[in-house]
């Protein structure tokens, strides 16, 4: 069959290098794609959230399935347009509905569901700016730090955590007030902290069924030591390897199971994935937030992991048969290294001949922010190459990936030399 993957980033390399292992995919067309993705696909120069765009496309090229990579296009309803429109209602699209894409895009819509399904999370309360005098008063009533996250899309830059009760009340003004971060921020969710470990938990469901996918652990600060500013993630493992058997039986029994039940409850129709950020608080799990969409770096170490085939297990979910799917995992530990630009997450050059690519190496470099010119691929973002590697454990599958970024270059590129500290 003919697939259209939407989006640009590591995530669809990564899912672009998976469907086309599989028998079923004739040919696979990535909008807008990179330049990795161009090396084994055929990238279109689409927009994701053009939607008439994208329906002209899929009728002219024979489009037999719709996976989409990023959030946007998700939030903006890509499910319900084509559901709703008898031209191409036939072609299933992996990912949710409109109403299911609030679980991400809309952090107060996320802990009412929450707390409606009786799910562990942090205790809330939500402010606009006409109300950031009791957002104040509700600060004072936290002990530090102090979290704040922007109600909308904020390109996983929304959430703020603070130690100083001032400086959370000037970071409230900032975000309510002064938009800091445009609309996103028109509504903010403050928080009570947990302190623990995190994870990522990954889900794929018909809507009735359910497949829990390997764990991750994304690593989401730009300094050693999970220090600095939040990137959109430097690097990430898979298994994670405290998640245990008697962990995950209650992730599955307080949070998964709820969460799926609570989406057929609310009858909101769900074809894709649930990525569940948790935090591990002595013994017990807690949902930090939704994401309505495979995690980027995550993609990058729990794709290569699943030894089914991705297509077919895209159509067992298309059909709602996803229960009888036969999910193969492999039992190696998958470790990813991002490599960036410099000055990310703030300013940085872009159009930095990378060399190296065409080495021998055991790893799988994903393309994240790349672009190909005049027979050069150069960098064309902050984060640019995604470096996975297998090993018997975290430790060796690391020290695979460094091994191969050794023999990569461009100016000024950055990683985090610690990825996996803290396990």
Not at 397 to 403: G, H, L
Request: glycine share 10%; hydrophobic share 40%.
């Amino acid at each position: 069959m003919n697939i259209l993957l939407l989006g640009s980033g590591g995530r669809e390399h990564a899912f672009a290098w998976k469907m086309t292992q599989s028998s079923l995919c004739s040919q696979l067309f990535v909008a807008p794609g990179n330049a990795g993705t161009a090396q084994i696909a055929t990238n279109v120069a689409m927009n994701p959230n053009d939607f008439e765009t994208v329906k002209q496309f899929v009728l002219d090229n024979a489009i037999e399935m719709v996976v989409v990579g990023p959030e946007d296009p998700l939030v903006n309803g890509v499910y319900d347009f084509f559901k709703n429109d008898a031209q191409i209602s036939n072609i299933p699209v992996i990912g949710p509905s409109k109403t299911g894409a609030q679980l991400e895009g809309s952090k107060e819509f996320a802990k009412e569901f929450l707390v409606k399904n009786n799910i562990p999370t942090a205790k809330y309360e939500s402010f606009t700016s006409e109300t950031v005098e009791k957002g104040y008063a509700f600060l004072e009533t936290l002990s530090p730090p102090y979290v704040l996250k922007a109600d909308g899309l904020a390109a996983g830059k929304g959430v703020v955590i603070l130690d100083n009760l001032q400086d959370a009340k000037d970071e409230l003004k900032a975000m309510l007030v002064d938009a800091k971060f445009g609309s996103a921020s028109a509504k903010v969710v403050i928080e009570e902290f947990l302190d623990g470990i995190e994870l990522s938990c990954f889900v794929l469901t018909d809507g009735k069924n359910y497949k829990i996918l390997p764990t991750a652990k994304d690593y989401k600060r730009i300094g050693e030591g999970d220090k600095g500013l939040n990137t959109g993630g430097m690097g990430a493992i898979s298994p994670v390897p405290f998640a245990d058997a008697a962990l995950m039986q209650k992730i599955e029994e307080r949070i998964v199971i709820p969460t799926i039940n609570g989406l057929k409850n609310d009858n909101i129709e769900y074809k894709g994935f649930v990525f569940i950020g948790l935090i591990k608080v002595g013994d017990n799990p807690f949902v930090i937030e939704y994401n309505v969409r495979m995690g980027d770096p995550e993609t990058e170490v729990v794709l290569p992991r699943i030894k089914s085939d991705l297509v077919a297990l895209f159509q067992s979910v298309a059909t709602e048969q996803l229960g009888d799917f036969n999910l193969e995992l492999d039992e190696r530990t998958a470790a990813t290294i991002v490599v960036v630009s410099g000055g990310y997450p703030e300013e940085f050059e872009k159009g930095k001949e990378i060399t190296g690519l065409n080495n021998p190496t055991e790893s799988l470099v994903f393309h994240a922010g790349t672009k190909e010119e005049n027979g050069k691929i150069l960098s064309n973002g902050g984060r640019v190459l995604a470096v996975t590697s297998y090993g018997n454990d975290f430790q060796e599958a690391t020290k695979k990936s460094y091994q191969t970024i050794e023999n990569l270059k461009f100016d000024k590129m950055y990683c985090r030399k610690d990825i996996g500290f803290d396990l």
